[in-house]
């Protein structure tokens, strides 16, 4: 069956630019992360979903970032007045949301600012 | 705080060899999961193998199979017979729904 789509692939923006990028996950998965992994390091936690609401956004670095999943599937991830240092791979991941479930996750999104 | 540490950055191996990838971790929790993914150039981020903490035989997947050292906080992957398709960067990764992983390691399998 499908995996988990993230759009777009890649996405280059200006400096003090707003970005949107979309998580589809894996159909009927009800749990949906976000993470952020920098260039030489591991992906990093930045938000939880469980169905609609926001279970954790402990990771979230600051109030540039901020996510959505207003349905329970599609999710959006939103990044205001975008800086270098946000340049990464978004990594969108999705599980049936039971404590043992493994994650399935998507081939990010390759976000550069400029 | 939960960490996890990959020491190794870089491993390389001829096809067909064994291969151990070692990991460290840190964690207050009694019960957790430990994992092993793998990232193709692709990006996509691959479940290998994955441990409950509370079982202590070692979790096996086919050419995969982790060496568990819960006093230790040691948790390693061996990949026997390599092949060239398991040339990638491979994470450790600590925790259930909100996972913490290492820094990774690139391993190179040789033809």
């Known amino acids: 069956g499908a995996g988990v789509s993230q759009t777009p692939s890649n996405k280059v923006t200006e400096k003090g630019k707003y970005v949107e990028l979309r998580c589809d996950p894996i159909?009927?998965?009800?749990?949906l992360y976000w993470y952020r992994q920098s260039l030489g390091q591991g992906p990093e936690f930045l938000i939880y979903?469980?169905?609609?609401?926001?279970?954790?956004d402990s990771g979230l670095p600051n109030d540039r970032f901020f996510a959505v999943r207003p349905e329970g599937s599609v999710s959006t991830l939103k990044i205001q007045r975008t800086e270098r240092g946000d340049s990464a791979v978004y990594l969108c991941?999705?599980?049936?949301?039971?404590?043992?479930?493994?994650?399935?996750f998507g081939n990010g999104t390759r976000l550069t600012v400029t | 705080a939960q960490t996890v540490t990959q020491s190794q950055p870089e491993m390389s191996v001829q096809e067909a060899e064994t291969v151990t990838l070692s990991c460290t971790y840190d964690?207050?929790?009694?019960?957790?999961?430990l994992f092993w993914y793998k990232q193709p150039p692709s990006r996509q981020m691959i479940l290998v193998i994955r441990?409950?903490?509370?079982?202590?035989q070692n979790a096996t997947e086919n050419r995969f199979s982790v060496n568990f050292q819960k006093a230790a906080k040691s948790f390693s992957l061996k990949i026997s017979d390599s092949q060239l398709g398991d040339t990638a960067m491979y994470f450790c990764?600590?925790?259930?729904?909100?996972?913490?992983f290492g820094k990774g390691m690139k391993l190179t399998v040789n033809p």
């Open positions: 991941a999705s599980s049936l949301g039971n404590y043992n479930s493994p994650l399935h």
């Open positions: 159909s009927g998965h009800t749990a």
């Open positions: 979903f469980q169905g609609t609401g926001a279970a954790d």
């Open positions: 964690t207050s929790e009694s019960n957790y999961y």
């Open positions: 441990q409950e903490a509370y079982k202590q």
């Open positions: 990764a600590l925790g259930s729904e909100k996972l913490v």
